[in-house]
């Protein structure tokens, strides 16, 4: 990565390449911002360039952070300092080294797309973290076959003891970070949030940017 | 589906066309058992049968029931009778119509693997879900490029207030079901869970056969 701080936009995303090691600090700036997270195995997670002239060709090898093998092996809903995060493969990928934040960071809701934002009357236009994630693996090269489940730094969907899902605002505070560690060379993708239906980012509800720091 | 009743064997996998409208139930024989099950858009779910010649290759608008649409509009953790189902595309799948069983199906656990089962130190050629699922659909000439997260029909994995996930055993009484209908032409497939680690097969965690019938 040669750079070692990144704004990401509001309503965006982006990737970067980290090697085994190396630490990644996501920032709410704003303290009312959710980020969609992804990260996937380097190199072998995807199909060779040239399988691509297949359009959605995807490597059967595919291996990414996996939030049903996290909560399987961790036996736990929410990730947090200490959690060692696990790919579909069982293999170690991220570790969460710090989180200054209050709060729980949803594993259970999928990432917003096209289709929710036309599901609320919100026109086909809307930008959504699934094309994010395309676009941020795009400029890698790269194209997933599918949109794995996302790990939504910062957002609050609170579990009811009868199972009942709860959305509100963040709890975070203009600052507040997650610091993540790569325990394999991996490709970490980022999306702020563009959601204004539910209750998903703080305050006015108005997407923000935040701070992606390689430390 | 030829077949209107069929034996899904101990540790085995099956999957069955329905056309809109059909209503299928999954059968708890024996009260122990969990079924892990996934649902899959007919045709559009899969690249033609040509794609498969490069292994992996899956279509990019690959559709199928997806655990995480389901819990952001249903906002619950658990499905229960009533329920519409959602593809990761939010169309309606299936509806659950009746579940005469107690208790939860577990929403939030990836299937078992050969992977798993190495890590529980039994060895690799442990029969699996994630391994019955391609089989089930490799007769229906289909390959998924990933095991989208199952729904895993009687598995009690209850969360406690603070997110900690526990294991237990199936509430189910022998003959207990779950009554599906098919909101559009799919394919559903189904895996009489292998396990014998974790305690999530009950009795004496022995696995057991469960019957499929077409009504």
Request: hydrophobic share 40%; with cysteine; aromatic share 8%.
């Amino acid at each position: 990565m040669a750079e070692r701080r990144f704004t990401l936009a509001a309503r965006t995303g982006a990737a970067f390449a980290l090697r085994k090691g190396e630490r990644l600090r996501v920032i709410n700036s704003h303290g009312t911002q959710v980020v969609d997270t992804w990260a996937f195995a380097s190199p072998g997670a995807f199909a060779s360039p040239g399988a691509f002239a297949s359009p959605g060709a995807f490597a059967s090898s595919g291996e990414y952070l996996s939030l049903e093998h996290c909560r399987e092996v961790l036996q736990k809903l929410f990730f947090e300092t200490g959690d060692l995060l696990l790919t579909n493969l069982y293999r170690p990928i991220l570790t969460v080294t710090q989180d200054t934040s209050p709060g729980r960071h949803d594993t259970l809701i999928a990432a917003c797309s096209r289709l929710m934002y036309e599901r609320a009357g919100r026109g086909p236009d809307h930008a959504n973290c699934a094309d994010n994630l395309a676009g941020a693996l795009a400029a890698h090269g790269l194209r997933p076959a599918v949109t794995p489940s996302p790990w939504n730094l910062f957002m609050q969907a609170p579990v009811e003891p009868g199972g009942h899902i709860d959305f509100v605002r963040p709890l975070a505070k203009p600052g507040d970070y997650v610091e993540l560690r790569a325990e394999m060379d991996c490709l970490l993708a980022f999306s702020a949030c563009p959601d204004d239906v539910y209750p998903t980012n703080g305050g006015d509800g108005t997407p923000r940017d935040v701070e992606i720091h390689l430390i």
